[in-house]
């Protein structure tokens, strides 16, 4: 027998809230890191990209991956930096600010779209409640 | 042994399991960012879940709500495996369940009451 269930619409917004806020914190290291030209390994930081997938069924989403972001990587001419090459031009991150702040404003929002799922889903069971009165 | 399948019995332990469950929650919301913390939970309905027979009589003893550290959530690199998220989505399911039982606990004490007033 199954004592406790009919709280699912709960847990899934749950974890869409912590599937977008770890996506947060994947964009904050992007825009930290944007003008990071050494990642520790003899290169410049590569952007990060949170990959969701979704569980099986009804179940809410996961943050399944954190991908490195592939795309080539700009040269600027920079002479006499520290990490500059023969030629004087140094790799810099992949990172592109306007995107990351339009990716950030998505997230955020997901993330208060989950939110409104919870406190709408709290308040129906709030009103089946008030048949017990 | 202290069989019971009075609905009061079973709904006060409910709603004493939801309250020492609120104060789990707290205080892994408080230890949100203590190094090393693992959240604790309270284990309740999966007791009642195996206390409860055909009759649907329960052994008082046997769902005593108990604390344990289920140890499941991912662990952040300073030890600690507190999800601010997750112990709100556990509080909102929480104070449901507890508005549900105190509900019903209320329905049955308006009957008593109205069978104490008949005339």
């Known amino acids: 027998m199954e004592v406790n269930n009919g709280f699912g619409p709960i847990d899934i917004a749950i974890s869409g809230m912590r599937a977008q806020s770890k996506k947060i914190g994947v964009i904050s290291s992007n825009v930290a890191n944007a003008q990071a030209t050494d990642n520790g390994k003899g290169g410049p930081y590569r952007r990060l990209e949170a990959l969701f997938k979704a569980d099986d069924d009804i179940g809410g989403v996961t943050l399944d991956e954190i991908a490195a972001d592939m795309s080539e990587l700009p040269r600027i001419l920079r002479p006499g930096h520290p990490h500059a090459d023969e030629q004087g031009y140094i790799t810099m991150p992949n990172v592109d600010l306007p995107i990351e702040m339009i990716n950030l404003t998505v997230a955020a929002r997901a993330y208060q779209a989950n939110v409104a799922v919870l406190k709408r889903y709290q308040r129906m069971v709030e009103t089946t409640l008030e048949l017990l009165r | ?119």
């Open chain 2, 1 to 119: 042994m202290s069989q019971t399948s009075n609905i009061v019995d079973i709904l006060e332990a409910g709603i004493k399991a939801e309250s020492l469950r609120q104060k789990a929650i707290a205080n892994n919301i408080a230890n949100l960012q203590t190094p090393g913390y693992r959240r604790i939970d309270v284990k309740f309905e999966e007791l009642l879940d195996k206390a409860m027979d055909s009759r649907g009589a329960v052994d008082l003893d046997e769902i005593k709500p108990v604390i344990h550290q289920p140890k499941q959530t991912p662990v952040k690199s300073n030890g600690n495996d507190v999800n601010l998220e997750y112990e709100v989505g556990e509080m909102v399911k929480n104070t449901l369940r507890h508005k549900a039982y105190v509900r019903l606990l209320n329905g049955k004490y308006r009957k008593m009451e109205a069978a104490i007033n008949v005339k």
